[in-house]
């Protein structure tokens, strides 16, 4: 079966080892033999942003942190290697080959898996004009050559993503360590700021300090835990939380998209900041925040791997590690773009809602799910609005008020950080893919407000975003939310 849509999917994704693939490739003998010879491998209120230091502060003293659990398993070493140093990516090179429609529609074998198995590839991201791709040091002529041969044009977004990776870390280091000296006010007891990318820790150590701040109207969770013993944690804000409407916010889904956290506490910090200024439209809503929905992958990606996509769930395959988080819910769940196989970042998981981190946000939506009106999740790249369906190349029926909610939203980012963003169906621009959160969240609940974000950017530093583009990142994610509650009246 040959079809393009296997090769589009959503949030900037991956592989396409969709079952289809797999049925199709197994009634292949030479194709089976390719696998199995490739495969490896957060009252004007004290909340206050200091504008000069981009630092959150508050006068709550110093509170030591709480959260520290790397681990409550038995057997440490099964799920994170103490010993393994962080995966370098020296010289590999990060590419958007261009042209794949072609090669899509002849082959039986998406390219994004060819180049997984056969080029040491970790698709970036995948729509249907172009593939983004980092291409280890010791497989990029060959992998050229491969490309060239099929008339697909590379272009090389940058040339060692290793120094991306770096880059990142110092620039964080350089914008928070210039503000040490020179420190008058009391900083937060969690050092949140926005000047870098937070550990789970301090972001938690947030969440707490806000509740305490505010305990009439905020109220801290813990859904469930992580296969590593980690909290999940949300935090509801409202003054009424019997009646008054409700909107989710979460990121995280994708350990490696770490401006989603970022963006997701900023949204909890400017919400509370001027609370008792607020218009109504956003004061009497109910609001729930989840910053981090996989902290394992989170966590994993910060220590190990800047480019680790799924949870740190273990499969039966003995190295492979991890599912797909946004393609596990059961919403067209053995759809299109997604994998069987445990070793893709796009596995689906053994069954729909098999993680732990799926099942808790499940079990706590719907219980929640009478007046809930916006599910939002925030991902990145690509900077994008989209909206259901995913799994089906359909539209909701009232897709004309979503899409109209998501054209204000993005003509108001466009007037104030002069960025782009695109409104549109999810299909049309990356493809069907099941399993995801949010199709799950307006099939299963109803839930009208659905959208799915991509942040930035459009691909010049994709996952690996300079903090210093964290704040204006930030407040593009703000004007969204404030947007569809507006919609919502
Ligand atoms: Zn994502």
Redesign the pocket.
Known sequence: MKTSRNTRR????SRSTATTTLATTLRSPSTVLFILLTVITYRTYALDLDEEKNQFITNTGNQKKQFAPTTTVNDETRYLDVNASPIHYDGTQLWRIHNITNYIDENLIPLADILEYKYGGNVWKANVKFLDVSITKDHLKSARQFLKQNHMPVEILNENVQKLIDDEAAMGVNLTSSDFGKRTRKSTASGMHFKDYHDLDTIYSFMREIRGKYPNICRLYSIGKTVEGRDLKVLRISENPRDYKKIWIDGG??AR?WV?PATVTFILYKLLANWTDQPDYIRRKTWYIMPVMNPDGYEYSRRENRLW?KNRSPSTHEQCYGVDL?RNFDIGWESYGSSTHPCSDTYRGHSPASELETQAVVKFLTKRKFNLHSYLTF??YGQLMVYPWAYRATKVKDANILQRVANTAVQRIAKKTHQNYRAAVTYEVLGIAGGGSDDWCRAALGTPYVYTV?LRDRGHYGFILPPDQILETALEGYIIVDTVAQAIN
């Open positions: 959503k949030c900037n994704l889904i994708h998209e989603s996509r946004n991902h990145s991509e």
